[in-house]
């Protein structure tokens, strides 16, 4: 079986007091090995040697793994397998669960984003969120995409601002239907649409990269293939980390896949070897539906 490529040990690392220059080159051994190719030929984010827990649980076990410019990867993987977790690693929302403990080394465009420096709301503006359950502001629609540019500063007059909330809804498919109730709450609107609003409060400051926690899995069909044709169309100007249960849904919009098993990176390739020829048995099991 084919084996990732591990240059440097927990030893080689103990011995230099120093922080390695380029973080891609730290790879510790750990009680296993993922099958494939976790790193990406031109890397957006890159998390190494990630171990994760609540309190003393352990949820997530020396996960390495880059997020390629440009691309959608996705994250499959058994309830509890740790996705949620791995994925809130990314942008630091694990910091605001007080038992929750981050270990590891995390990268946006080679910086460092867990250093002392790092001001997490600017984060998560470049690394922006949506959730599995459409969670608008209870304000206007208007209001629900203008308020992170707001509070960034991105618009210097009300003019610059209908263009960044038109623009933003444009983006996320929305503004046809909204464009005459932009006054209306939020809340009022469907399902798929608030998940498409959510998108739009997301990319509305121009983040790098977006993390998709099962954002279809409260829509219905229909909302969802619109939510797959926007996450294909925003690929061209964003970077795409989709936890998904339909494996319908990692085939359809993304090139990476990543397989997650008991808190531990199994498997990670491109999508359709993953899918038509997965390399660990585990994965084979997941995806041909005899475990999870
Ligand atoms: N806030 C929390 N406090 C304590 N334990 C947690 C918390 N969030 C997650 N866990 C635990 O961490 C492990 C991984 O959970 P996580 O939510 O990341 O899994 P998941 O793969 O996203 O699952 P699902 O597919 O059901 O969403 C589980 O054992 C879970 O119980
Ligand atoms: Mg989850």
Avoid at 87 to 95: A, V
Avoid at 102 to 129: C, H, N, P, S
Avoid at 157 to 176: C, G, H, P, T
Avoid at 266 to 284: N, R, Y
Wanted: with cysteine.
């Amino acid at each position: 079986m084919e084996r990732v490529e591990q240059p440097g040990t927990a030893g080689d690392i103990a011995s230099t007091s120093k922080r390695p220059l380029d973080i891609r080159e730290h790879v510790e051994r750990a009680d296993y090995q993922t099958i494939g190719t976790p790193f990406a030929k031109d890397a957006k984010m890159t998390a190494r040697n990630v171990n994760v827990y609540y309190a003393d649980k352990q949820a997530i076990t020396n996960v390495s793994l880059d997020i390629g410019r440009n691309e959608v990867i996705a994250m499959i993987g058994p309830s509890g397998c740790g996705k949620s977790t791995f994925l809130r690693t990314l942008n630091r929302m694990n910091d605001i669960i007080p038992i929750c403990r981050v270990e590891g080394e995390f990268a946006l465009d080679g910086e460092d984003i867990y250093g002392e420096e790092q001001d997490t709301v600017l984060l998560r503006a470049r690394v922006g969120m949506v959730f599995q359950k459409p969670n608008p502001f209870p304000k206007s629609i208007y209001e629900n995409v203008a308020y992170g540019p707001r509070i960034h500063g991105l618009a210097h007059n009300k003019a610059e601002m209908d263009e960044i909330v038109e623009d933003s809804l444009r983006r996320a498919s929305l503004f046809n239907e909204v464009k005459d109730q932009l006054d209306k709450p939020g809340t009022g609107l469907s399902g798929g649409q608030q998940q498409r609003l959510c998108i739009a409060r997301a990319i509305a400051v121009s983040p790098e990269v977006i993390l998709m926690d099962e954002p279809c899995s409260a829509l219905d069909p229909i909302a969802t293939a619109r939510i797959e044709e926007l996450i294909d169309e925003l690929r061209e100007n964003y970077t795409i980390a989709i936890v998904t249960h339909s494996m319908q849904q990692a085939a359809r919009v993304s090139q990476r896949t990543a397989y997650f098993h008991m808190g531990k990176l199994i498997e990670v390739g491109d999508t359709k070897q993953v899918f038509t020829m997965p390399k660990h048995e585990l994965t084979e099991n997941y995806i041909t539906g005899r475990f999870g």
